[in-house]
């Protein structure tokens, strides 16, 4: 089965400049996530979907960060104003749990620099 | 506020070794704990994943040990390849908060020949 899709694989913008990120999930995955990951740390969640549903967005900076999910399936995080802290590599990942394996499917992510 | 504490940051092994990687977690709620592995460039991908009612999971040379009370829990590779020099994260996760995970910082490991 295809993987996770995410486009673009690289960004350099300027800050104060907005910008948007896209992910596809694999094809019947109801859960989407988005992360954030800092150069040598662990992912971030910055939003849970189900289907098109939010559940959980507690760690989205929401002043500047937005996410949607349009249909259930394809998502989009757009980042405006950006500031120099947003520089990381965002991660897009769908799950499927089988028995008692929730496995989360990540995909390549989204390399940032803002300058 | 870091959920999963990891150590070490970062481990050299020599082909044949055995790498162990120990995390550590506060929240009580948690009951999947996955380890992942990333190498450059590319998004994490499962490894192995244990829930806290057993003690020990081996999948080929990765073994995860599981100890509930203390709130720790630790991989090992077995006889570890140069192939497997990449970026392991442990994480935590509840299915009441839909499995989001919180990850570790990570352990950069490198097996030289």
């Known amino acids: 089965e295809a993987g996770v899709a995410q486009s673009p694989r690289y960004k350099i913008i300027e800050k104060r400049q907005s910008v948007a990120f896209w992910c596809n999930p694999i094809?019947?995955?109801?859960?989407l996530y988005w992360y954030q990951q800092i150069l040598g740390q662990g992912p971030k969640l910055l939003i849970q979907?189900?289907?098109?549903?939010?559940?959980?967005d507690s760690q989205l900076p929401k002043d500047r960060f937005s996410a949607e999910r349009l249909k259930g399936v394809d998502s989009t995080l757009k980042i405006q104003p950006a500031k120099l802290e947003d520089s990381a590599v965002y991660l897009c990942?769908?799950?499927?749990?089988?028995?008692?394996?929730?496995?989360?499917?990540f995909g390549p992510g989204t390399r940032l620099t803002v300058l | 506020q870091q959920q999963v504490k990891q150590s070490p940051q970062s481990l050299i092994v020599q082909k044949g070794g055995i790498p162990i990687i120990n995390c550590a977690y506060e929240?009580?709620?948690?009951?999947?704990f996955p380890w992942y592995q990333q190498f450059p460039g590319k998004g994490p991908a499962l490894l192995i994943a244990?829930?806290?009612?057993?003690s020990e999971k081996k999948e080929g040379r990765f073994t995860i040990s599981f100890n509930k009370s203390a709130k720790q829990f630790s991989l090992h590779i077995m006889d570890s390849q140069p192939g497997d020099s990449a970026t392991y994260f442990c994480?935590?996760?509840?299915?009441?908060?839909?499995?989001?995970?919180?990850f570790g910082k990570g352990t950069s490991l490198l097996v030289t020949p």
């Open positions: 244990i829930r806290p009612d057993v």
């Open positions: 990942a769908s799950t499927r749990t089988r028995g008692s394996v929730n496995e989360q499917f």
């Open positions: 094809s019947g995955h109801a859960t």
């Open positions: 929240n009580t709620a948690f009951d999947y």
């Open positions: 979907f189900q289907n098109n549903g939010v559940v959980d």
């Open positions: 994480a935590a996760s509840s299915g009441n908060s839909g499995y989001a995970l919180n």
